[in-house]
């Protein structure tokens, strides 16, 4: 069964560090873009990051840029979300997803549109 499989989320403090790993067993891994969305209570699933194959795309919202880094290894069908200084309002479920072309910048503008599997989500929690 093709799927993607999150894990590292968990309840951390204001400042603190956490990464996130997303797992591929699907075959479009090794020449799809993949990401990062995320979902807090009561609002609307956005885009927090994308990775095209090679690596060398890396678009990121705004509200992240600068304190988290995705980067993947190809050779695990891995993609990772390093997630820096957190703030009480990155608190979310995280997803992974695979986007429905080589190019990050095409979910990072899509969004949600432009992504073909998601995986079941992590929850992140930062207290403050």
């Known amino acids: 069964q093709e799927q993607l499989v999150e894990s590292g989320g968990g309840l951390v403090q204001a400042g603190d560090s956490l990464r996130l790993s997303c797992a591929s067993s699907?075959?479009?891994?090794?020449?799809?873009?993949m990401g990062w969305f995320r979902q807090a209570p009561g609002k609307e699933r956005e885009f927090v990051a994308a990775?095209?194959?090679?690596?060398?795309?890396?678009p990121y919202a705004d509200s992240v840029k600068g304190r988290f880094t995705i980067w993947r290894d190809n050779s695990k069908t891995t993609v990772y979300l390093q997630m820096n200084s957190l703030k009480s309002e990155d608190t979310a479920v995280y997803y992974c997803?695979?986007?429905?072309?080589?190019?990050?910048?095409?979910?990072?503008?899509?969004?949600?549109?432009?992504?073909?599997?998601w995986g079941q989500g992590t929850q992140v929690t930062v207290s403050s």
């Open positions: 997803a695979e986007g429905s072309d080589a190019l990050a910048r095409t979910m990072a503008t899509g969004g949600l549109l432009r992504v073909d599997a």
């Open positions: 699907r075959r479009a891994f090794s020449n799809h873009a």
């Open positions: 990775i095209n194959w090679s690596g060398d795309s890396t």
